[in-house]
T-cell receptor
C-alpha cells in the first residue's frame, strides 16, 4: 500500500544553517505530496505541496521537489530561523477515488533551531 | 474564512466518564478525518468520512470509540467509557476531494483522562 518514510529526528541546527529533511514515498498511482508543519500546541498546517513529478512546492523559504525517479520529496531551507522550530510532516495523497482522498503521513521530524 | 473548528480545546475527566469531541469542518469540504496524536504512537488516523458516510474506521482502537457525521457541517467522536490510555490530542481535519486537495486541520482537543 501507499506509505511515506521520513527522516528520524530530532534535528538541532544553529540559526542560519541549511536544513534538509528527507522524505521518500511508496505509491501505486500518481500521488500528490505535501509538507505540513506543527508548532507547539497547534494543529498541522500546510506548508507546501506538489501535485505532479518535477513540480517544486515552496513557501516561507522552504522548498521541496517531487522526484518520481527517486520517489522523494525532501524539504529544504537555505537559512533556518529560531521561529522555524517545529515538527515537520511529509504526507501523500493517493489521488482520490469515488470515496475521497486518502492521506498517508510520515512520523514527523522535530526541528529545533538554536540562536 | 473559518477553518476547522474543534471543541472543547481541553478536556479533563475521570476514568469511566463519557467524552464527546466535536468538529465543524470547513464549509464545502466533503471529507472529514479524525486523528489521535501521542508521543508514543505519533499521528494515527482513527476514521474518515466522505460525503457524511464512514469510509474507513479501521483505526478506531476499540468498541469504546464511536464517530458520527449526521450532516456535512458537524461530526462527533465519542469515547465511552474513557480510560487513562485514551489521553492524547485529538485532531479533526477536512478536505475537498477534487484534484488532490490538502487536508486542513483544527487546533485539536487535548484530552486528559485521570
Amino acid at each position: 500500500g501507499d506509505s511515506v518514510t521520513q527522516m528520524e529526528g530530532p534535528v538541532t541546527l544553529s540559526e542560519e544553517a541549511f536544513l534538509t529533511i528527507n522524505c521518500t514515498y511508496t505509491a501505486t498511482g500518481y500521488p500528490s505530496l505535501f509538507w505540513y508543519v506543527q508548532y507547539p500546541g497547534e494543529g498541522l498546517q500546510l506548508l507546501l505541496k506538489a501535485t505532479k513529478a518535477d513540480d517544486k512546492g515552496s513557501n516561507k523559504g522552504f522548498e521541496a521537489t517531487y522526484r518520481k525517479e527517486t520517489t522523494s520529496f525532501h524539504l529544504e531551507k537555505g537559512s533556518v530561523q529560531v521561529s522555524d522550530s517545529a515538527v515537520y510532516f511529509c504526507a501523500l495523497s493517493d489521488g482520490g477515488s469515488n470515496t475521497g482522498n486518502q492521506f498517508y503521513f510520515g512520523t514527523g521530524t522535530s526541528l529545533t533551531v538554536i540562536p | 474564512d473559518a477553518g476547522v473548528i474543534q471543541s472543547p480545546r481541553h478536556e479533563v475527566t475521570e476514568m469511566g466518564q463519557e467524552v464527546t469531541l466535536r468538529c465543524k469542518p470547513i464549509s464545502g469540504h466533503n471529507s472529514l478525518f479524525w486523528y489521535r496524536q501521542t508521543m508514543m504512537r505519533g499521528l494515527e488516523l482513527l476514521i474518515y468520512f466522505n460525503n457524511n458516510v464512514p469510509i474507513d474506521d479501521s483505526g478506531m482502537p476499540e468498541d469504546r470509540f464511536s464517530a458520527k457525521m449526521p450532516n456535512a457541517s458537524f461530526s462527533t467522536l465519542k469515547i465511552q467509557p474513557s480510560e487513562p490510555r485514551d489521553s492524547a490530542v485529538y485532531f479533526c481535519a477536512s478536505s475537498w476531494d477534487g484534484g488532490n486537495q490538502p487536508q486542513h486541520f483544527g487546533d485539536g482537543t487535548r484530552l486528559s483522562i485521570l
